[in-house]
Structures are given as C-alpha cells and as structure tokens.
C-alpha cells in the first residue's frame, strides 16, 4: 500500500488487494461519521472520495485510473450535498 498527496487536501491511496481496499474505505466512513467539531456538535466533518480500479484493458495511463476516481468524488460530492438540502 502507498499513499500519495496530491495537493491541499487530496490525497491517493494504492492498494492492490480489492478486498483491504474496500474494508479501509468501509472503516474511513465510518471513523468521519464518529467525528465531531469541540465545542461545534452540530458541525459534521465529512469527507468526498473516489474509487477507481486499473483496467489494464483499457487503462494506458495511470491518468486514466486517476480521471474515473476524480469524477466519482464529484459523483460523491454531489450526494453529499443534496443529502444536507
């Protein structure tokens, strides 16, 4: 496993084995929705991800991988904020 920053506050994280990967994204979730602002309860800390998995098919650059988990951030980001409407 790597992890990499992007910049500000966006990170990628490489993991080759499917499963760890799903049971990490599992475990963040559920880490962000037990956090809590001192002295703000009713401020929620959040967190927008993507996932996105190599496919050596069709993938020629790592950019490739990188731009599907972009849009599905955006996809999350979204989500998240028609949930809080």
């Known amino acids: 496993e790597s992890v990499f920053r992007v910049g500000g506050d966006e990170f990628i994280v490489v993991i080759p084995d499917t499963e760890k990967a ?3 994204i599992s475990n963040c979730i559920d ?3 037990q956090l809590t ?3 703000y309860p009713e401020c ?3 967190c927008a991800y ?3 998995r190599l496919d050596p098919k069709n993938d ?6 990188l731009h599907r988990a972009d849009e599905e951030m955006y996809k999350n980001k ?3 904020k028609e949930e809080a409407l």
């Open 50 to 52: 993507g996932v996105s």
């Open 22 to 24: 799903n049971a990490l």
């Open 37 to 39: 602002v001192e002295g």
């Open 44 to 46: 929620n800390v959040s």
């Open 78 to 80: 979204r989500k998240m």
């Open 31 to 33: 880490s962000m929705n």
């Open 60 to 65: 020629r650059l790592i950019s490739d991988v």
